[in-house]
C-alpha cells in the first residue's frame, strides 16, 4: 500500500518500507492544499518592504544582505549550488531515500512556503527510484542537514550526480521528470531539515529491535551451553526491579530456554546457583539497551510529527525565524542508543570467550575444536569479536558534545547529530558480526553437549543455521560461516525461526 504524506502521521515503518523497499509514496489533496495557502504568504512576504529571512535576504551570517525580488529565484538555486559541499563515499541509497521522504513530509505540512510541485518532485524521484549522489561528510547537525540536503536539491533541480552514475539530468529526462526551477525561500526549504539524521534514527531503531532480539536468542543458546541456569530469569524476580526492558528480556530467555535437556540435566547442582554475569545479568544489560532503544523512538516520534524548517509560515500570515533545526534531540538519541548497542555487543563477547576457555567453559573443548592442538576451532572468531568490541567502545563516544562553530560564529553551537547517527550505524553493523560469532559459537558448544538436546527454540535456531553453517569438525575457513550467519541475523530468520516455536519476542 503506498504511503500518502499528509504532514503529520508518518510512522518509522512507514520510513522503512519506503526507504529500503521501494514503497510507492503520494501527497494527499489536504496537504497539497495547505502548501498552496502557505505559498501565497510567502508571495505576499517577498514583496515586502520589510526583510524577511531566507525568502528576501541572505543565509547565515549573510542574513542581513537585501535582496531585489527578481533576484529571489537567483538566490535559491546558489545557495543549493554553495551548500552542495559533502565529501567522501556515498552514503547508503536508504540513508537517502529516507532524508527525501522525510523532508517531502515537512513541506507538506504547509507551514514551509513553498509549491506543491516541490513535494511532488521529490515524491515522484522517489517513486521512479531516482537517488541523489550524496557524500557521506558535510553536516554538523545543524541548520539541519544543510549539506547532504543540498546535494538531493542538487538532482531536483538537475545537477549533480546519482547513485547509479548518471548524472541527474539524464536520470530525470529518462524517467520524463522535468528539473525544477525554484522560486523564493525554495531552495532554503528543501535543506533546513534534521531529515538525514531523523532517517538513520528511524532506521537504525528498526535495525536494533531486531538486534536486541537476537541477542536474547544467542544469549540463551550460550547459557545452555554453559551449562546455565534458567531460575535467574524467573518472573518474580523481575518483578522486584520492573524496569520494562529487563522484564521483557528475562521473560524471552525464559520462554527460550524452557524445554532443554541440558537446562534440565544439571538444575539442582551446585554451580548452576551464580551463574557468570554476562549469562546471569544478560536481561539486565539488554533491558536497559532496550528502553534506550524506548526514548529514542519517542524523540524520534515527536521528530516525524514536526515541522523543521528556518522561517516557517504560520497560519497568520508571519513569517518567523526559529531553532528547530538544531539536531541536539536527535544527537542525543542517536549517540544514547549507540551506547546502548555497544554494551550488547560487549556482553556477547564475554559469552563468546567463556564457551571457548576451557577452564571456564563447563567441560567443553578448547576454543570448540575438534582435536585440539592440530585444530584451534573458533579462537580467531573471537578475536573478531574482540576487535568489534574495541572499535565500538572508541564509536559510543558521544557526538554530540564535540560542537565546532560555523558561519562566521553565527552557528556558534551545533548538534553533529548527523555524525552521531553514522556512527550508530556502524555499531549496529558491528554488533550484527559479534553476535554472528556468539551464534555459531553457542551452536556448535550446543552440539557438543549431545545427546543433551537444546531447548526447542534454540534446536530451531541451529537448524536454520546448519544449512547455511556446517557443524563441529576439523578446522576450515571461518569467515564465509560468519558471512552466512549474518545474513541470517540481519534478514530477521533467527528471529522468525525462534518465533515460528514460541511465539513473539517481547
Not at 164 to 177: C, F, I, M, T
Not at 320 to 332: D, T
Not at 382 to 392: F, G, I, R
Not at 473 to 498: K, M, N, T
Amino acid at each position: 500500500m503506498a504511503v500518502t504524506l499528509r504532514g503529520p502521521g508518518l510512522t518509522e515503518d512507514q520510513v522503512v518500507a519506503v526507504a529500503r523497499h521501494g514503497e510507492k509514496v503520494g501527497l494527499a489533496a489536504s496537504a497539497r492544499t495547505r502548501m498552496e495557502k502557505s505559498r501565497k504568504l510567502v508571495e505576499r512576504a517577498a514583496a515586502s518592504r520589510e526583510p524577511v529571512y531566507g525568502v528576501s535576504t541572505g543565509f547565515g551570517a549573510l542574513a542581513g544582505t537585501r535582496v531585489a525580488p527578481l533576484r529571489q529565484p537567483e538566490l535559491q538555486l546558489a545557495l543549493i549550488r554553495s551548500h552542495a559541499a559533502g565529501v567522501g563515499p556515498p552514503i547508503d541509497e536508504e540513508v537517502v531515500r529516507a532524508t527525501m521522504l522525510l523532508r517531502a513530509r515537512t513541506l507538506a505540512m504547509g507551514l514551509s512556503g513553498v509549491r506543491p510541485l516541490l513535494a511532488e518532485a521529490l515524491i515522484a524521484m522517489l517513486n521512479e527510484g531516482i537517488t541523489p549522489l550524496v557524500p557521506r561528510y558535510g553536516s554538523v547537525g545543524c541548520s539541519g542537514d544543510l549539506a547532504p540536503l543540498a546535494h538531493i536539491g542538487l538532482a531536483l533541480v538537475g545537477e549533480g550526480q546519482v547513485l547509479d552514475g548518471r548524472s541527474a539530468a539524464q536520470a530525470l529526462k529518462s524517467a520524463k521528470l522535468k528539473p525544477v526551477k525554484l522560486e523564493t525561500k525554495e531552495g532554503l526549504a528543501l535543506i533546513n531539515g534534521t531529515d538525514g539524521m531523523l532517517g538513520m534514527l528511524l532506521l537504525a531503531c528498526t535495525d536494533a529491535e531486531r538486534v536486541f532480539k537476537t541477542a536474547d536468542v544467542t544469549a540463551a543458546m550460550s547459557a545452555e551451553a554453559l551449562l546455565g541456569t534458567d531460575r535467574t530469569f524467573q518472573a518474580r524476580l523481575q518483578e522486584v526491579r520492573p524496569h520494562p526492558g529487563q522484564v521483557a528480556s528475562a521473560a524471552n530467555l525464559a520462554r527460550l530456554m524452557e524445554g532443554s535437556q541440558i537446562v534440565a540435566s544439571h538444575r539442582h547442582s551446585q554451580h548452576a546457583v551464580q551463574d557468570s554475569y554476562s549469562v546471569r545479568c544478560s536481561p539486565q544489560v539488554a533491558g536497559a539497551a532496550r528502553d534506550t532503544l524506548d526514548f529514542a523512538r519517542r524523540v524520534a516520534s515527536v521528530e516525524l510529527s514536526s515541522t523543521i524548517d528556518n522561517p516557517i509560515v504560520l497560519e497568520d500570515g508571519d513569517v518567523e525565524s526559529n531553532g528547530n533545526f538544531h539536531g541536539e534531540p536527535l544527537a542525543f538519541a542517536a549517540d544514547f542508543l549507540a551506547i546502548a548497542v555497544a554494551e550488547i555487543g560487549s556482553i556477547a563477547e564475554r559469552r563468546v570467550d567463556r564457551l571457548l576457555d576451557p577452564h571456564r567453559s563447563q567441560g567443553l573443548p578448547p576454543f570448540l575444536a575438534e582435536e585440539p592442538g592440530v585444530n584451534s576451532g573458533l579462537m580467531v572468531a573471537q578475536y573478531t569479536a574482540a576487535a568489534l568490541v574495541a572499535e565500538n567502545r572508541r564509536l559510543a563516544a558521544p557526538a554530540s558534545v564535540d560542537s565546532v562553530p560555523t558561519s562566521g560564529m553565527q552557528e556558534d553551537h551545533v548538534s553533529m547529530g548527523w555524525g552521531a547517527a553514522l556512527k550508530l550505524r556502524t555499531v549496529l553493523d558491528n554488533v550484527a558480526w559479534i553476535l554472528s560469532v556468539e551464534l555459531c559459537a553457542a551452536a556448535r558448544a550446543q552440539e557438543m553437549r549431545r545427546p543433551l538436546e537444546a531447548s526447542p527454540a534454540t534446536a530451531a535456531v541451529r537448524k536454520l543455521l546448519r544449512t547455511k553453517v556446517a557443524g563441529p569438525g576439523s578446522d576450515r575457513v571461518v569467515a564465509p560461516e560468519l558471512a552466512a550467519a549474518e545474513a541470517l541475523l540481519r534478514s530477521g530468520a533467527i528471529v522468525e525461526a525462534v518465533e515460528a516455536v514460541i511465539g513473539p519476542l517481547q
